[in-house]
């Protein structure tokens, strides 16, 4: 398919995308016949004898151009031609345009001679003094789990003894072959990772490592991400080995214990203190060490790895994560020492995964038990969403559906329980739904008599500690009905009794339906038969997105109870907003890879300069951050080695010259985008967007041509930074689609007809930037879309339109039609027109070689960009990450007192040491500047609950000068920060840094500070009971 114009010049993008397009030809619309008149006035004749539209403009304009033949071939003017005799006008100002040029095209590479991007070139780099000196070897092992082990370069493998004597521990059933081989690795001391799905049994080999340590009279630490799961492993561990203590922070059980079970913050800060606990101990196991990906707390995770000394051995407990070897290497470099990689994709029980459309009545086996994807099945399912959205189009608002999203809940749990498929988890993203969807479920019921009455002497004894009025706290009253019904909720904002009960209810079978948050799946060890998701999009705390595969296994996980039923089922309810293509990246993708998420905090940089032994530099250079870039650096220089060779093996006759062609042709499309983005501003092109009205549509590759407004819409758009609407405007273009895209997909995943396919019409949501053309012209559109022929007779129109305009189909002026007086344009089409007379007057415009060297030039200018980029990302990988970060931390920090010029830390540094739950800054300035002294302990506690409050709420409470006062003060403390970190060359946003304080629990804390009750205080607001718990304490 020939791509030049008719002329034999190529298409250039500058022409295919340009929206100033005057009049188009042929008598068709106003634009054409008014355009001389006011912007040739302004601009010059010359300036349109450019805007052509196909070979018939571009043949009468050349005998006005001195013979020289147009260069574009995209939809253009027909319109002001160039009098007879006159010239294409002279550049007014060319030295400017120059300037310009060359302060425009920093991207653009010098050809005809080596790009000058770098100092240095492939060959010059010597992996062997960048690349950690580590090397993997694999093991040979039994079928079902692979086994590697990442050595130190200097050491030879010596394969694992067998073990001669007495296990440390022994178990009542078989291992597995995953288990056998991470227990080996214990035998023989070596540190070892153990990556397996939710429920396959990893907990046995941090059993063993924790008796092994006991037998040789060794102390052990278990760490786990969160408090409920240290509790819950705690209690494990003391039914087996009974010398278990436990350290969260909340509770400290039996501190001087062999075994210590603690959140890794606490590890973190017992490392940062020097305990002599740590002198002892021999083995550290990581449980869930894939939550170190986690943005705010992984690098807890983190720090503490690179803070272990090197003598003690490692555990590290896994969900699948496909760069597990990465994370073995990056330990053996950290410690010097082997750690083991023993991964596994056994399931013991099964997974199917179903689809259930909404609008459906029905569920599609997606994924069998052997993990093959139904492609058959999954297609039939997204017809049936296609064919409930053209029914009703729901929800626009990209809601629930509004009612139909509970009732549909409703539909599938009742069928679970009838196919005794139960227990099932239902999974919300978040609380409000949680209980929304709990509470359709009233009218069923699926407990006995006599589980009823278990149920309620559970709960009763287990609040038989709160006071006679919290009993009859509304959370408290309205979860026993639910619960004896075999219905219970689990989310963040539930009471930690109720919570804690709820937890035992399910793990005894007393509850069948539980509905909950995602937390619910971090490690807590209750699996059910079956888990539902209510939907597959999730808000992030920044914006909505579909869940991720990685998140999806993690769920679905908890499906398939090990040695109790022989298959798990997991249902995801899908709307008519999912793709197949997202549909099949959820169910069948990888599981997410453990990138490292380290960042600078104030209290790991003061705790290091606090510590005689180590420096924040060395922790920058330790973490797995920078060790990741460190092993991309072969993949970097081997790209780079392959572009400079593509780069040296194009040959351009006469490249100089070719290239100051190529960079005026490439100034041109610049500038074609910036009048576009003039045409597409809201003001100027919605009066245009009428029912009827012609628009030409292209999403990059996909050039849809001409299709038909038939609405357009106006939609809140979240800002992600302020959380301010942003109007988003989707404009509904009936467009000619190939078939197949929309055989089993939602209209926003249409693609365009093939020029010899027969297509068909669709109604496709477009967004404004996507319009490359508005004409004129309008046509008539049947006000019933639906039947198919309806939608095919608009395409003969648009067909009609084209036969009748052969020169192209005319657009809207955007200065005489659309009204577009914005000077900033004018200034545009005046450098349009420098370029044009440049590229008109070069030498190589009217050579019959030009197509070819042209797009030789093009290749080679990408390849030298390519070139540069790659450099850049090998110059990152070299450099210690985040240093300049530092930086300007510890210029904050010497600024504000914290520490000396020479990185001594003061009073004020040590005193921010021990803060590590709230801003260390501000609350340290607060205490030195006085900001408590004259407050009472009601007024501080009120004041303090900003820096823990996290939730989202409806109210903003109206405070009394006594809150509001000391809130003020804290205010310009914490502006007194954000102006002294933004002068420390900190990216830092005051109002961001400001609003992350929330007061909206002030009043309430203040109440109950001064003696209310618990059940009055709860009143006062709409945030759940459980999250002022969380904040008291």
Request: proline letters at 5%; glycine letters at 6%.
């Amino acid at each position: 398919m020939n791509t030049g114009s008719p002329d034999g010049l190529p298409r250039d993008s500058f022409f295919n995308s340009m929206c100033l397009r005057a009049g188009h030809g042929g008598g068709g619309g106003s634009g054409g016949r008014r355009l001389r008149g006011k912007m040739a006035d302004a601009f010059g004749d010359d300036l349109f004898s450019v805007f052509e539209e196909d070979a018939s403009a571009s043949a009468a304009t050349s005998k006005k151009t001195k013979g020289a033949p147009e260069p574009a071939a995209g939809p253009v003017s027909t319109a002001g031609k160039r009098p007879e005799g006159k010239s294409a006008a002279p550049a007014k100002f060319p030295a400017k345009i120059k300037r310009e040029e060359e302060a425009d095209n920093g991207d653009i590479a010098v050809l005809g001679k080596k790009p000058k991007l770098d100092d240095f070139t492939a060959e010059d780099i010597n992996l062997t003094d960048l690349m950690p000196k580590v090397k993997v070897q694999a093991v040979e092992t039994v079928e079902g789990c692979t086994h590697e082990v990442a050595l130190p370069a200097d050491e030879d493998f010596i394969a694992l003894k067998p073990r001669t004597g007495k296990a440390a521990k022994e178990y009542p059933f078989i291992l597995d072959a995953f288990q056998r081989e991470a227990i080996l690795c214990v035998d023989n001391n070596h540190s070892v990772l153990v990556s397996a799905h939710t429920s396959a049994g990893k907990t046995v080999c941090a059993e063993y490592a924790i008796a092994l340590a006991l037998r040789e009279k060794q102390r052990v630490i278990f760490t786990s991400p969160i408090k409920a799961l240290s509790n819950q492993k705690y209690r494990e561990m003391y039914e087996e080995f009974q010398d278990v203590g436990l350290m969260t922070g909340d509770v400290t059980i039996n501190p001087t214990a062999s075994c210590l079970v603690m959140t890794t913050e606490i590890l973190r800060s017992m490392l940062y203190r020097g305990s002599e606990v740590m002198r002892e101990v021999a083995w550290v196991i990581f449980d869930e060490i894939h939550y170190m990906r986690d943005s705010e707390r992984g690098v807890v995770w983190e720090e503490t790895i690179i803070l272990l000394p090197d003598n003690v051995h490692y555990v590290f407990l896994s969900a699948t994560i496909p760069n597990a070897r990465q994370f073995a290497e990056w330990i053996c470099h950290l410690h010097k020492q082997p750690c083991h990689v023993i991964y596994t994709d056994y399931r013991p029980t099964p997974l199917q995964h179903y689809i259930f459309p909404a609008g459906g009545d029905g569920l599609h086996l997606v994924v069998d038990e052997n993990g093959d994807f139904r492609e058959d099945n999954f297609n039939t399912a997204m017809q049936v969403l296609r064919d409930a959205g053209d029914l009703a189009k729901g929800d626009q608002k990209g809601r629930k559906g509004g009612t139909k999203g509970p009732s549909n809940v409703f539909k599938i749990v009742k069928m679970i329980m009838e196919r005794n498929f139960q227990p099932v988890i239902i999974f919300s993203f978040s609380k409000k739904d949680c209980e929304a969807y709990a509470l359709q479920m009233t009218k069923l019921d699926f407990n006995t008599d006599e589980e009823k009455k278990m149920v309620e002497e559970v709960f009763n004894n287990a609040i038989d500690c709160l006071s006679d009025e919290d009993k009859k706290l509304p959370q408290v009253e309205h979860v026993l009905p639910l619960l004896k019904r075999g219905i219970g909720i689990h989310h963040g904002g539930l009471l930690p009794i109720l919570k804690e009960t709820i937890e035992i209810l399910f793990s005894e079978g007393l509850i069948k339906a539980l509905f909950a948050t995602e937390t619910f799946a971090m490690g807590i060890n209750m699996p059910a038969r079956t888990v539902l998701f209510t939907s597959a999009r999730k808000f992030d705390g920044k914006d909505f997105r579909w869940i991720t595969s990685g998140e999806y296994i993690q769920m679905s996980g908890r499906a398939g109870r090990r040695g109790m039923d022989d298959r798990g089922i997991v249902i995801l309810m899908v709307d008519e907003k999912m793709s197949p293509s997202v549909g099949k990246q959820l169910l069948k993708g990888s599981a997410d890879p453990l990138n490292s998420a380290f960042h600078l905090t104030y209290n790991m940089v003061l705790n290091l300069l606090r510590v005689e032994e180590i420096n924040p530099e060395y922790m920058l250079e330790k973490s797995f951050y920078q060790f990741q870039h460190y092993r991309a650096i072969p993949g970097v220089v081997e790209k780079v080695t392959k572009l400079e060779q593509q780069y040296n093996e194009i040959e351009i006759p006469n490249e100089e010259n070719v290239v100051i062609y190529y960079k005026i042709r490439q100034q041109l499309a610049k500038l074609g985008k910036e009048i576009e983005e003039y045409i597409h501003k809201p003001k100027y092109c919605l009066p245009f967007l009428q029912p009827g009205r012609l628009v030409k549509v292209k999403n990059e590759d996909d050039d849809f041509g001409w299709g038909v407004v038939v609405n357009f819409s106006k939609k809140s758009n979240v800002k992600p930074n302020s959380g301010e609407l942003d109007p988003l405007y989707v404009v509904e273009v009936l467009l000619n689609c190939s078939k197949e895209s929309l055989k089993n997909s939602a209209t926003e995943a249409a693609k365009p007809a093939k020029p010899e396919e027969k297509g068909e019409m669709q109604v496709v949501p477009v967004l404004l930037h996507l319009l490359s053309a508005i004409s004129s012209v309008r046509l008539y559109i049947p006000k019933d879309l639906r039947p198919l022929d309806n939608r095919q007779s608009v395409l003969k129109s648009i067909q009609e339109v084209q036969k009748r305009f052969p020169d192209g189909v005319p657009l809207l002026d955007p200065i005489d039609d659309m009204g577009i007086k914005d000077p900033g344009l004018k200034k545009v089409i005046q450098k349009v027109e420098a370029f044009e007379h440049r590229m008109y007057s070069h030498p190589l415009h009217n050579d019959s070689n030009l197509e070819t060297v042209y797009k030789l030039c093009e290749r080679k200018a990408q390849i030298a960009v390519d070139i540069k980029a790659a450099k850049r990302e090998l110059k990152k990988a070299r450099t210690v990450l985040q240093m300049d970060e530092l930086k300007c931390r510890k210029r904050v920090l010497r600024r504000l007192g914290f520490a000396t010029s020479s990185d001594v830390i003061e009073m004020k540094g040590r005193v921010a040491c021990e803060i590590s739950s709230a801003d260390e800054l501000l609350l340290t300035e607060m205490m030195f500047n006085g900001l408590f002294n004259d407050l009472s302990a009601e007024q501080a506690t009120a004041l303090l609950s900003c820096f823990v409050f996290q939730e989202n709420s409806s109210e903003m409470p109206k405070l009394t000068e006594q809150l509001a006062g000391p809130l003020r003060q804290m205010q310009e403390c914490a502006k007194r920060i954000a102006k002294v970190s933004a002068e420390a060359k900190l990216e830092i946003e005051e109002d961001t840094y400001l609003s992350s304080f929330k007061p909206n629990l002030m009043d309430v804390v203040h109440t109950w500070a001064n003696g209310a009750t618990f059940a009055h205080i709860c009143k006062m607001t709409d945030v759940f009971e459980g999250m002022y718990i969380c904040n008291k304490s």
